[in-house]
Every structure is written in C-alpha cells, then in structure tokens.
C-alpha cells in the first residue's frame, strides 16, 4: 500500500533527479535496498542533506521558528536536567559580533533524555534526527529508556515542534558526558570539566567558544570560516592553545591550525 507516491528528490550521487514512493507496507516484506526504513510508524529517507540549498531544505523538511537564547530561557525553566545553548548562537553571544541564524541549538545531556522527554511532554512533538531521516518519539514510547534504547542508531539530536501544522522550533542536541564532564562526541578522548566548558551571561549558559569551533572546523563550510574568522581576535591564549591541541589531535592538517599559532588576545568570557 501506498501513502504517497510520485515524490520526486534529487539524487546527489547521481545527480539526477529519482522517483520515491512512501511505502507502509511491512519491514519484512521490503527489500534490502528500499530507503524507506520502518519504526514507529515513520516514513524515513535518507538524502544528501548537506548538499541540499536552504530552500530544498526548506520544501523537504519545512520551516524554522525565529528563536533566540532568551526564548530557550523561558522554554527550558522548570527543566530539571542540565542545558546550555551550542552553535551560531554561542559564538555571537560571546563575540557580540552579529550573524545569521538558520535555527537555535539548545544541547542537554544525552543521560538526561528521560528528564526532557518528560519537560517536552504536552508542549512539543520530538523528532529524532540521524543523518538526514526523522523519526517521531512518541512520549509514550518507553519513557524512561536510555537514549541508545529508544533512538535511531545515528540519532544525536531531537528537532521539536508543536504539531505538523507549524514550524519546528529547536535543535536539541544530545551531548554525551554527565554534569560534572563534557566529553568530545567525536573523540572521547577530548574532555573538559563542564563548568569549564559552558560559561553564562544573563542567566543562559552557553557552549565555550573554542568547543564550537572544533565542532565547526570538521566541515569548514563558508558560515564556518566567516564564524572561526569573526571568533579568533575575541580567544584568549588559553582558548586558542585548547583548540589548537584539539585540532592537531583530530585533524592534524587544518589550515586552522596556522592561524591559532600566531597572536593572543585578552578578551573574552
């Protein structure tokens, strides 16, 4: 049976444009091959998201809320588990200098996910997202389960939203480690104190710098050079020697490295 048919996408490996129908028949009766993957009652495609403009994404997974730090504030209160704010947000928080942003990446403990499943419950839909597909989790669904119980493998973050009828409103990223430590997702090796590792202003924690330019520098897109370029002159010595450390540990040949060798700035929270 068929849910819908004809929906077209662009195959980025083949660079061409392919048919794809949404198929709800049985797992067991689908080939290796077909890429839709049934859990939950989802209907899940993988695609080359990475390549895709801001408006394809757009048209394939809708729109985003215009959300600040304050609203992640507000939203969070009364939530009993650990957060703090990652991405776009967190740099220009700690640079003042002003830049674009496509959404807003709150981050909680991956530990925690019982805690914000429940602080989610009757206020926003969860979607868990791995590599390109979704995947609703139902608040119903084992509760209390352990992340890697109850998430695609894959999944490291949730997109939330109030119904289908709106926008999505976070990115919440699920980091590993515990309040006490944040370890490197990418290299478990890589591990800072937490309360190094965030730092507040206004009541909002938010990721160090340095942690969101590691981040950042494995995909070195054109908002990622502007944002390490904007960043640079506001890193301290320690700041600039943690992620020069980090990135001849992980990526021994970035042309960032060059750049933090050179001069030291004071600034900084």
């Given at each position: 049976m068929?849910?819908?048919?004809?929906?077209?996408?662009?195959?980025?490996?083949?660079?061409?444009?392919?048919?794809?129908?949404?198929?709800?028949?049985?797992?067991?009766?689908?080939?290796?091959?077909?890429?839709?993957?049934?859990?939950?009652?989802?209907?899940?495609?993988?695609?080359?998201?990475?390549?895709?403009?801001?408006?394809?994404?757009?048209?394939?997974?809708?729109?985003?809320?215009?959300?600040?730090?304050?609203?992640?504030?507000?939203?969070?209160?009364?939530?009993?588990?650990?957060?703090?704010?990652?991405?776009?947000w967190a740099l220009e928080a700690f640079t003042g200098v002003r830049r674009s942003h496509?959404?807003?990446?709150?981050?909680?403990?991956?530990?925690?996910?019982?805690?914000?499943?429940?602080?989610?419950?009757?206020?926003?839909?969860?979607?868990?997202?791995?590599?390109g597909s979704l995947t609703p989790l139902l608040p119903e669904d084992a509760p209390d389960a352990a992340a890697e119980d109850v998430l695609p493998a894959g999944a490291g973050q949730l997109w939330a939203r109030r119904s289908a009828a709106d926008p999505w409103e976070y990115d919440i990223l699920l980091a590993p480690g515990s309040r006490d430590e944040w370890i490197y997702k990418r290299n478990n090796t890589i591990r800072l104190p937490m309360a190094e590792a965030v730092w507040e202003q206004d009541g909002i924690r938010y990721l160090q710098p340095q942690i969101q330019l590691l981040y950042k520098a494995k995909g070195l897109r054109t908002k990622d050079q502007a944002d390490f370029a904007a960043t640079l002159p506001h890193l301290d010595g320690r700041r600039r020697d943690w992620l020069q450390d980090a990135l001849e540990r992980t990526i021994p040949d970035h042309p960032w490295i060059d750049s933090l060798s050179g001069g030291r700035s004071s600034s900084g929270a």
């Open positions: 068929l849910l819908f048919s004809g929906f077209r996408i662009f195959d980025t490996e083949r660079c061409q444009c392919v048919l794809v129908d949404f198929d709800t028949s049985p797992r067991s009766s689908r080939t290796a091959q077909s890429p839709i993957v049934h859990r939950l009652g989802a209907y899940r495609l993988t695609v080359g998201v990475n390549e895709l403009s801001d408006e394809e994404f757009t048209a394939l997974y809708g729109q985003w809320a215009n959300r600040t730090p304050q609203d992640v504030k507000e939203f969070f209160e009364g939530y009993g588990g650990l957060w703090w704010i990652a991405g776009g496509d959404d807003i990446d709150p981050s909680v403990l991956s530990a925690e996910l019982p805690l914000l499943r429940r602080h989610l419950a009757g206020k926003l839909h969860a979607w868990a997202a791995s590599s």
